[in-house]
């Protein structure tokens, strides 16, 4: 079993910056990808970013392309989402997911283990 714990959310005003973490732990940790995803209240779970585990390939929404950066460490079995330049419309709650098994990085569907999700929260 895979726990995966976000933290780093809260309140910025536009034009800020916040740095998501999501720490994973538990069995051998060796997924094929992990994404950020988020969720606004009445809204689906929407795609943000996307890295492999093995390689360097990254993967982003239109929405926040230019302005999020997907990293991973090896070490720390952790992926970070630098969010830069925070727009109101980024509110949302940010949830981690790792996906084990083969799939898609956009499809929320194709992930295999979700955190518990952290807040957002970007006043103008």
């Known amino acids: 079993q895979v726990q995966l714990v976000e933290s780093g959310g809260g309140l910025v005003q536009a034009g800020g910056s916040l740095r998501l973490s999501c720490a994973a732990s538990?069995?051998?940790?060796?997924?094929?990808?992990m994404g950020w995803f988020r969720q606004a209240p009445g809204k689906e779970r929407d795609f943000v970013a996307a890295?492999?585990?093995?390689?360097?390939?990254?993967s982003y929404a239109d929405s926040v392309k230019g302005r999020f950066t997907i990293s991973r460490d090896y070490a720390k079995n952790t992926v970070y989402l630098q969010m830069n330049s925070l727009k109101p419309e980024d509110t949302a709650v940010y949830y981690c997911?790792?996906?084990?098994?083969?799939?898609?990085?956009?499809?929320?569907?194709?992930?295999?283990?979700w955190g518990q999700g952290t807040q957002v929260t970007v006043s103008s």
């Open positions: 997911g790792a996906r084990v098994r083969p799939g898609s990085n956009w499809s929320w569907e194709d992930y295999n283990y």
């Open positions: 538990g069995r051998t940790f060796s997924p094929y990808a």
């Open positions: 890295i492999s585990w093995g390689g360097r390939s990254t």
